[in-house]
């Protein structure tokens, strides 16, 4: 079930081009069952009707703050009140300016000084009037009095100017929404995740590596950061985007990984170790393109340092260690194996035998084993056995916190 379901989501709407790509927003929420409603300023309504957001969310739009036909006489109250989440998209400078000069002169901004309810601006509006000082001053008053402000997306205007001031695309605020929605179990917390595979390079154009895409470990990061904890993700090669607000550092090799784990390891109190390392590399690398013809038909390799091994020995009090495993057979001996080999708080072992789970695609179904127990999970979404996974994290954590104290 999405994290939108059965929500109230107030979708406040100002007079901007960038008003159409918030259609879609809408239509992206209603599609994920919340309960969307949506106040347009008069301005607003001269780019995109109100019936188009009736139609998208189901809801009546709402526009006049004395509309007799509506029946609601407090809808200004009503509105914020009763949303678990308010997004101004796009927020003119007009808009931005009402807001950070308490004005209440339409059903927009009377609503907002009503409410109490967490509200998101995003700003949409021609670069020089976004970079006006004006325009900064009144941003940082809506900072100042706990509004969130997610900031534009530079590039090519409608106006055919380029700078700051497009309003980002759905996938990039997506994240923000859903950590304002979701239960904040990790709050505090400090999570280290690795992804995605190395690359072991043999000269400069050739190297050893494997099939893993990094789709679990980006949907663990991005799930332990909904969840409010503070996420450091170690990504191995790939064009996965970087989710939420998460700090990446991207390697290449198993020894660059090693390097930025136990860089970060030592501050970090969950680690989850979903990379896919080489366990061996080249001995010797070519600098230059080795030909065809002179290929041999064998190669010396040399081991690579086992992170997640280092990590268990050096794991401290209090501190929560998640391996995955990729096997074809033997699940649970294998994993289990891992677990006390390796000092494991939990291991996910993903059977890589099935088209539909483990590398390259976006469904997986994991055999989660920790100390006490094993357990098949469900088969899902990455992103649903992601947070099925930090459930299990979040038990581990609250037993750290009980046996320390």
Known sequence: MSVYAGKKVLVGVSGSIAAFKVAGWVSTLAKAEARVSVIMTNSATRFVTPLTFSALSGEKTHVDMFDNESGES???????????????????????????????????????????????ICPAMNSRMYSHPATQENIEKLKKFGYHVIDPQEGMMACKEEGPGRLPEWEQVDDIFQRALSRQDLSGQTVLVTAGPTREPIDPARFLSNRSSGKMGFALARAAWRRGAKVILVAGPGSLPTPGNIERINVQTALEMHEAVMQYAEKSTIIIKAAAVADYRAKEVASQKIKKEAIGTSLELEKNPDILLELGR???????LVGFAAESSRLIEEGTRKLQAKNLDLIAVNNISSESTGF????????????????NLPFASKEKTADLI????????????????
């Open 314 to 320: 050096k794991k401290r009090d209090g501190q929560v």
């Open 390 to 405: 930090l459930d299990q994290v979040v038990q581990l954590v609250a037993k750290e916190t009980i046996s320390a104290n």
């Open 360 to 375: 390259e695609v976006d469904t997986n179904q994991v055999l989660l084993i920790s100390r006490e127990k094993s357990e």
């Open 74 to 120: 407090m809808a200004h109250i009503n509105l914020g009140r009763d949303a678990d989440l308010i997004i101004i998209a796009p927020a003119s400078a007009q808009t931005i300016a009402r807001l950070a000069h308490g004005l209440a002169d339409d059903l927009l901004s009377t609503t907002i000084l009503a409410s109490r309810t967490p509200v998101y």
